[in-house]
């Protein structure tokens, strides 16, 4: 199964990359909107993991 971490940067990187794809002004905001909320999830989310641990989950 998918970590949270790693389906939190899977879509941070999608939204960016439908963003950038995007035709109107309006969509493209959108996706970047979703894609900072997903970054700050995985940045969440790096914060609550061990330090010796985050290779492992990278």
């Known amino acids: 199964m998918e970590s949270d971490l790693r389906y939190f ?3 941070a990187v ?7 794809r995007s035709v109107t002004p309006e ?4 996706h970047l909107e979703l894609a900072e909320k ?3 999830l995985v940045n969440a ?3 609550t ?3 010796g ?6």
């Open 9 to 11: 940067r899977r879509r």
């Open 14 to 20: 999608a939204e960016m990359l439908a963003a950038k």
């Open 27 to 30: 969509a493209r905001a959108r």
């Open 38 to 40: 997903y970054t700050a």
């Open 45 to 47: 989310s790096e914060a």
């Open 49 to 51: 993991i061990p330090l």
């Open 53 to 58: 641990c985050k290779a492992a989950v990278a």
